[in-house]
């Protein structure tokens, strides 16, 4: 089994204002690459080799394996939950009625996710998640986390590595988090669910 990119469903420049061109040319071209090249290389003669990306993410041990195989699939689902025209742009059915009942409504787990982004220190992701009792969390994961490491379903992922947002916001994080709302695609969280 070989790791592959994640196809892009939009053109290079079309999330842009938010995320430019050049920084999807580094952060999908350069690091994601990166990534997917060390994963194939590393499971060579492991007992990882012909596994899934979940099966590995869920049962490596600390350490290169599950941090390449981590981004390869925290970065999938990052790059495949943007468009810039969402269909949807607001959660609807099961997740919204949930989003409602455990964070009080959309624009309270925006800002609540918004707050976990600016508060994580370093590199890492922040994850709204889902457990298996369908209750809704926002988990903080250092470097290449991912709430399946907790037997949590990773929905939507926001990405607070420099390399993410250096290029466009520099310094401002916050200002990044608080633009990547416009070009969530709710239709792709939901089929996450
Ligand atoms: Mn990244």
Known sequence: MTYEM???PYATDALE?????????????????????????LVVGTEF???TLEQIVESAPDGAVFNNAGQVLNHT??????????????????LADA???????????KQEMNQAAIALFGSGWVWLAVDAKGKLHITKEPNGGNPLRNKMK??????????AYYIDYQNKRAEHVEKIWEIIDWSVVESRM
């Open 6 to 8: 994640p196809k892009l």
């Open 17 to 41: 204002p938010v995320i430019s061109q050049e920084t999807i040319n580094f952060h999908y071209g350069k690091h994601l690459q990166t990534y997917v090249s060390n994963l194939n290389k």
């Open 49 to 51: 080799e012909g596994k």
């Open 77 to 94: 689902l990052y790059f495949l939950q943007f468009d810039p025209k969402p269909i949807k742009n607001h959660p609807t059915g099961k």
């Open 99 to 109: 989003i409602k009942r455990d964070f009080g409504g959309l624009d309270n787990l």
């Open 154 to 163: 990773p929905l939507l992922g926001i990405d607070v590595w420099e390399h």
